[in-house]
């Protein structure tokens, strides 16, 4: 079938006008009420489209220049007339905004939600102040309610919502005892959201057995600040939780047989029951700064899991049921320790996760606030107590950053003097290493650089020592290279991200000792272009370089390769 | 059934324009029209669809095979089904939609009216009229008199008459 075209992509030929009437009426569902009503002008056989179409929608925010009084008349004469044509209106959607000074409103509401009682569908969006005729509408869908008190008053009239499957509170001021005496007449809810509403320090939601969809957010409890709302569910109908910064109360022993997604976040309370409930259904899991994972073994038994995404400042002991499926986790740390305190735990999450593809993500932050992101601590990241390395752990392999000694001479120069000859300082100083050991001698010099050598000068790092770094540096290679110790896990992407040159060395070495990336990079560091080259050739180095390094990475490849 | 069997069934569809496609039947029953035809036992030889082209019937068929593929993942299924439209003109997209009603295929259905009413959504009057080659069959006066009953629609939308 061909047919002329217009050159820009219009159609000369009106294939639209000419669709039935039934594919028009779907087309025009999923336009808004003004932009249906305003194809009445498009040609004669569109003037009266839209007045069929099955679904109605207003909302006074779109009444951006209109006055109220106009909307409600819109609202009004159009409800109107689909009764007196004995229209069907499948979904009725309003969203209004009501206030005290505004009995117009009210009365208007009261008048239409008795006509809508033969509505399929009713979506209702209140805010501020709900004259109780809300909780008349018994066809009722979906409501949501926003920045309003809901008090004793305001749920006199409530009646059963026989049909309200979708229970959005936004910003609602309400007590725990008025919340569960609406949820009592809910009984068939499916989706509840519950977000920043004041006062609710409990849910309890264990009558609700259609429930799926639980979404619950709250402010971030600061402290001293009140509890954090405590919520307990009925585990087996429920498909997805969310919660944000709530207590997830857990019977012992929990079934959640057809929970397919768990998000926590911020979550205080001891999340040890966990460890005792069944997720047969769970595929994807998020853990986000949860204080309740802190201090406990946390074992999943999730054989379903397709996706498990942790982020958070501490390591967690989490261990998951064996799954026959291929999922992948994200590991997002936020550490502000040095290596050397997290590298064991890290290896053993790692080891507890190393079936499925990991994808790791270690942030340094800058812990000491001053500024600097030295950390100014023990960054020796020789993973000591893994059995290799030197086992003291420190004593050696600490930057001294604030020393203030006057050591201008060892800054902002990097030496990568494995090779033995690349000297980017070109002071000289580097090349005395020389050794061809392979290790990396990091040296942070530009006092009296200024040599135009094109070697790398950063003013603002030129209180490093170094004299430690070389040694620290070879501790970490040996671990590598230890094969006595635990078997590295290999991980799909490295990234790391740091606050300060100094932690690079560092981070690198203590996350290469525990694990053996395929992928490594990008690195985020504030557009420092540099150090990035220098994060690059740094570990260059370690896959190439000389014989020792040769060694290394034939290490690292049979790691890999097992 | 192909559940039964241990193979996967296929049926074979015919376009108005006689071009005859095989598909899975698995895939081929997420139309309504073929299911039924499945369910009492008459899809054994070809099907012939009187009301779909082959040019049409082509694509309906990569969508079926397509989003049959995907496991019961409503985001998933959403995100192919935008992606399968996206390079789909107002052409491809009216034949679409006739065949997804004749086919009885409400997903498919649902999605295309919703990319054809993305189309029309915050473009002037004179621009749909020009983009679906929709006559104005109106005088002036009464087009002017079709403006004022709804006035409240036009509020904001003045400025983009030659978007």
């Given at each position: 079938?061909?047919?002329?075209?217009?050159?820009?992509?219009?159609?000369?030929?009106?294939?639209?006008?000419?669709?039935?009437?039934?594919?028009?009426?779907?087309?025009?569902?999923?336009?808004?009420?003004?932009?249906?009503?305003?194809?009445?002008?498009?040609?004669?056989?569109?003037?009266?489209?839209?007045?069929?179409?099955?679904?109605?929608?207003?909302?006074?925010?779109?009444?951006?220049?209109?006055?109220?009084?106009?909307?409600?008349?819109?609202?009004?004469?159009?409800?109107?007339?689909?009764?007196?044509?004995?229209?069907?209106?499948?979904?009725?959607?309003?969203?209004?905004?009501?206030?005290?000074?505004?009995?117009?409103?009210?009365?208007?509401?009261?008048?239409?939600?008795?006509?809508?009682?033969?509505?399929?569908?009713?979506?209702?969006?209140?805010?501020?102040?709900?004259?109780?005729?809300?909780?008349?509408?018994?066809?009722?869908?979906?409501?949501?309610?926003?920045?309003?008190?809901?008090d004793r008053k305001a749920i006199d009239r409530i009646?059963?919502?026989?049909?309200?499957?979708?229970?959005?509170?936004?910003?609602?001021?309400?007590?725990?005892?008025?919340?569960?005496?609406?949820?009592?007449?809910?009984?068939?809810?499916?989706?509840?959201?519950?977000?920043?509403?004041?006062?609710?320090?409990?849910?309890?939601?264990?009558?609700?057995?259609?429930?799926?969809?639980?979404?619950?957010?709250?402010?971030?409890?600061?402290?001293?600040?009140?509890?954090?709302?405590?919520?307990?569910?009925?585990?087996?109908?429920?498909?997805?939780?969310?919660?944000?910064?709530?207590?997830?109360?857990?019977?012992?022993?929990?079934?959640?047989?057809?929970?397919?997604?768990?998000?926590?976040?911020?979550?205080?309370?001891?999340?040890?029951r966990l460890s005792s409930c069944k997720f047969p259904?769970?595929?994807?899991?998020?853990?986000?700064?949860?204080?309740?994972?802190?201090?406990?073994?946390?074992?999943?038994?999730?054989?379903?899991?397709?996706?498990?995404?942790?982020?958070?400042?501490?390591?967690?002991?989490?261990?998951?049921?064996?799954?026959?499926?291929?999922?992948?986790?994200?590991?997002?740390?936020?550490?502000?320790?040095?290596?050397?305190?997290?590298?064991?735990?890290?290896?053993?999450?790692?080891?507890?996760?190393?079936?499925?593809?990991?994808?790791?993500?270690?942030?340094?932050?800058?812990?000491?606030?001053?500024?600097?992101?030295?950390?100014?601590?023990?960054?020796?990241?020789?993973?000591?107590?893994?059995?290799?390395?030197?086992?003291?752990?420190?004593?050696?392999?600490?930057?001294?950053?604030?020393?203030?000694?006057?050591?201008?001479?060892?800054?902002?120069?990097?030496?990568?003097?494995?090779?033995?000859?690349?000297?980017?300082?070109?002071?000289?100083?580097?090349?005395?290493?020389?050794?061809?050991?392979?290790?990396?001698?990091?040296?942070?010099?530009?006092?009296?650089?200024?040599?135009?050598?094109?070697?790398?000068?950063?003013?603002?790092?030129?209180?490093?020592?170094?004299?430690?770094?070389?040694?620290?540096?070879?501790?970490?290679?040996?671990?590598?290279?230890?094969?006595?110790?635990?078997?590295?896990?290999?991980?799909?992407?490295?990234?790391?991200?740091?606050?300060?040159?100094?932690?690079?060395?560092?981070?690198?070495?203590?996350?290469?000792?525990?694990?053996?990336?395929?992928?490594?990079?990008?690195?985020?560091?504030?557009?420092?272009?540099?150090?990035?080259?220098?994060?690059?050739?740094?570990?260059?180095q370690r896959e190439s370089g000389d014989d020792q390094?040769?060694?290394?990475?034939?290490?690292?490849?049979?790691?890999?390769?097992? | 059934?192909?559940?039964?069997?241990?193979?996967?069934?296929?049926?074979?569809?015919?376009?108005?324009?006689?071009?005859?496609?095989?598909?899975?039947?698995?895939?081929?029953?997420?139309?309504?029209?073929?299911?039924?035809?499945?369910?009492?036992?008459?899809?054994?030889?070809?099907?012939?669809?009187?009301?779909?082209?082959?040019?049409?019937?082509?694509?309906?068929?990569?969508?079926?095979?397509?989003?049959?593929?995907?496991?019961?993942?409503?985001?998933?299924?959403?995100?192919?089904?935008?992606?399968?439209?996206?390079?789909?003109?107002?052409?491809?997209?009216?034949?679409?939609?006739?065949?997804?009603?004749?086919?009885?295929?409400?997903?498919?259905?649902?999605?295309?009216?919703?990319?054809?009413?993305?189309?029309?959504?915050?473009?002037?009057?004179?621009?749909?009229?020009?983009?679906?080659?929709?006559?104005?069959?109106?005088?002036?006066?009464?087009?002017?008199?079709?403006?004022?009953?709804?006035?409240?629609?036009?509020?904001?939308?003045?400025?983009?008459?030659?978007?």
């Amino acid at each position: 079938m061909k047919r002329a075209r217009g050159e820009d992509d219009s159609n000369s030929v009106d294939r639209i006008s000419e669709l039935p009437q039934g594919i028009l009426q779907q087309i025009l569902y999923h336009l808004s009420q003004e932009e249906a009503v305003r194809t009445s002008v498009l040609s004669k056989s569109w003037r009266y489209n839209w007045c069929t179409r099955p679904n109605l929608d207003f909302s006074d925010r779109s009444f951006f220049k209109g006055s109220k009084q106009y909307f409600l008349s819109v609202v009004d004469e159009t409800l109107q007339r689909y009764r007196d044509q004995r229209l069907c209106i499948e979904e009725f959607h309003l969203c209004i905004s009501l206030d005290d000074s505004d009995p117009a409103s009210s009365s208007f509401l009261e008048k239409w939600i008795p006509t809508l009682a033969t509505t399929n569908k009713e979506q209702g969006s209140v805010s501020t102040y709900p004259p109780s005729v809300v909780f008349e509408a018994e066809l009722l869908q979906d409501l949501q309610v926003e920045e309003l008190t809901l008090d004793r008053k305001a749920i006199d009239r409530i009646i059963h919502f026989k049909h309200l499957k979708k229970l959005h509170l936004l910003d609602v001021c309400i007590e725990a005892e008025i919340f569960q005496n609406i949820i009592s007449r809910c009984p068939l809810i499916e989706d509840l959201f519950v977000e920043d509403c004041r006062g609710l320090r409990k849910i309890e939601v264990n009558d609700l057995h259609c429930l799926k969809d639980l979404y619950f957010t709250d402010y971030e409890v600061v402290e001293g600040d009140e509890e954090c709302c405590s919520i307990e569910v009925y585990p087996p109908s429920l498909e997805t939780i969310k919660v944000n910064y709530g207590n997830l109360r857990l019977s012992k022993g929990a079934v959640f047989c057809n929970l397919n997604h768990l998000y926590l976040c911020g979550v205080e309370l001891l999340l040890d029951r966990l460890s005792s409930c069944k997720f047969p259904s769970l595929e994807y899991l998020s853990i986000v700064y949860c204080e309740g994972l802190r201090g406990i073994k946390l074992f999943m038994d999730a054989p379903n899991m397709v996706d498990f995404s942790y982020q958070g400042d501490f390591i967690p002991s989490i261990s998951f049921a064996s799954t026959s499926t291929e999922w992948k986790s994200d590991i997002n740390l936020h550490l502000c320790d040095a290596p050397s305190l997290w590298s064991v735990k890290l290896r053993k999450l790692l080891k507890s996760l190393s079936q499925f593809q990991i994808f790791l993500w270690i942030i340094q932050e800058d812990d000491d606030g001053d500024g600097d992101g030295d950390g100014d601590s023990d960054v020796d990241g020789d993973g000591d107590g893994d059995g290799g390395g030197d086992g003291d752990g420190d004593g050696n392999g600490d930057y001294d950053d604030d020393n203030g000694d006057g050591d201008a001479d060892v800054d902002a120069d990097y030496d990568y003097d494995g090779d033995g000859d690349v000297d980017y300082d070109g002071d000289g100083d580097g090349d005395g290493d020389g050794d061809g050991d392979g290790d990396y001698d990091y040296d942070y010099d530009d006092g009296g650089d200024g040599d135009g050598d094109g070697g790398y000068d950063y003013d603002d790092y030129d209180d490093y020592g170094d004299d430690d770094d070389e040694h620290i540096i070879q501790e970490n290679i040996n671990l590598v290279q230890d094969k006595g110790c635990d078997k590295p896990v290999v991980v799909e992407t490295l990234q790391i991200q740091w606050c300060s040159f100094s932690d690079i060395p560092s981070l690198f070495n203590g996350a290469l000792c525990v694990c053996r990336p395929r992928n490594i990079g990008p690195y985020y560091r504030r557009s420092w272009e540099k150090e990035v080259v220098c994060a690059e050739k740094i570990l260059m180095q370690r896959e190439s370089g000389d014989d020792q390094d040769d060694q290394l990475r034939q290490l690292w490849l049979q790691d890999l390769e097992e | 059934m192909a559940a039964e069997t241990g193979t996967p069934t296929t049926l074979t569809l015919k376009s108005n324009d006689d071009e005859l496609f095989s598909v899975a039947e698995s895939a081929a029953i997420l139309s309504v029209t073929i299911r039924n035809m499945v369910e009492d036992g008459c899809a054994g030889g070809v099907i012939p669809l009187d009301n779909v082209d082959g040019k049409t019937l082509a694509s309906v068929i990569t969508y079926m095979n397509g989003i049959s593929a995907i496991p019961a993942d409503e985001e998933k299924k959403k995100s192919y089904r935008d992606k399968f439209l996206s390079d789909k003109d107002f052409e491809t997209l009216a034949d679409m939609v006739l065949a997804a009603n004749y086919l009885n295929m409400s997903c498919l259905m649902d999605a295309v009216s919703a990319k054809i009413a993305q189309v029309m959504e915050k473009k002037s009057v004179g621009w749909v009229r020009r983009k679906f080659g929709i006559e104005n069959d109106y005088t002036p006066e009464e087009e002017a008199a079709v403006k004022e009953e709804h006035k409240w629609t036009f509020e904001g939308v003045e400025t983009d008459d030659d978007n």
